[in-house]
């Protein structure tokens, strides 16, 4: 059973444009979301996280809102660039410090120029 | 910055065969993470590690064994290859704490023959 879903595999982007990435979870435990962008043949790297005592993180053009009781986060990319095209997965943390993060199966976004 | 390091970027292997996939940390990070990503299947956890000589399955361990002898080191083993692991596997590590922040090697593409 998924924990954490993002729904859409894929999402295709007009460059200059506004890219939204969107990501669900189930267990109201989850206190710590952090979105990766992966480029093919090279490992995830962070991008940007949020506590769940936020509801907006901002960095450059990356900002990243949490609802905690629709229980879903969302990536916002403003303005897109081709550089951007990449994979993103969503990941969410549990109250209890040490155990794994719990990852989304990821969206490919494609950042036509 | 954190660097974490992976043995091999690419490597052919028979079935069969036994494979050590290496990962080496120089943070001095006490959490070390091991996952296999797959084409529509996101990244899924094989096993992780919260001290030396400790381990923990994660969600797809059969297969597999780990080694963590020192802290800086998480070996992922193979004991006889298979073609059904054939994937990019990815080596990831973090601090103990609540902002549970992983950082990824590059990641090996293993191929099994």
């Known amino acids: 059973d998924q924990q954490v879903k993002q729904n859409s595999p894929s999402l295709s982007v007009q460059e200059g444009r506004i890219s939204i990435l969107n990501c669900d979870y189930t267990?109201?435990?989850?206190?710590?979301f952090l979105w990766y962008k992966k480029y093919p043949a090279e490992g995830p790297t962070f991008l940007i996280s949020?506590?769940?005592?936020?509801d907006k993180n901002e960095d450059g053009r990356f900002t990243v809102f949490l609802n905690k009781s629709a229980k879903h986060l969302s990536l916002h990319i403003v303005p897109s660039q081709p550089g951007d095209s990449a994979v993103y997965f969503c990941?969410?943390?549990?109250?209890?410090?040490?155990?794994?993060?719990?990852f989304g199966k990821g969206t490919r976004l494609s950042v036509i120029a | 910055d954190v660097k974490v390091t992976q043995s091999s970027r690419y490597l052919v292997k028979r079935t069969g065969e036994k494979v050590f996939l290496e990962c080496v940390q120089d943070?001095?990070?006490?959490?070390m993470f091991w996952y296999r990503q797959d084409p529509g299947l996101g990244l899924r956890l094989i096993y992780f590690?919260?001290?030396?000589?400790?381990?923990e399955k994660g969600d797809i361990p059969e297969g597999y064994s780990v080694s963590r002898e020192k802290k800086e080191r998480f070996s992922l083993i193979l004991e006889s290859a298979s073609t059904n692991q054939t994937s990019m596997y990815l080596c990831?590590?973090?601090?103990?704490?609540?902002?549970?922040?992983?950082?990824f090697g590059p990641g090996t593409r293993l191929t099994v023959l």
């Open positions: 990831a590590s973090s601090l103990s704490g609540n902002e549970d922040t992983q950082y």
């Open positions: 267990n109201s435990m989850f206190d710590y």
């Open positions: 949020i506590s769940s005592i936020k």
């Open positions: 990941a969410a943390s549990l109250d209890s410090g040490n155990t794994p993060l719990v």
């Open positions: 943070m001095d990070h006490e959490n």
């Open positions: 590690s919260y001290d030396v000589k400790m381990k």
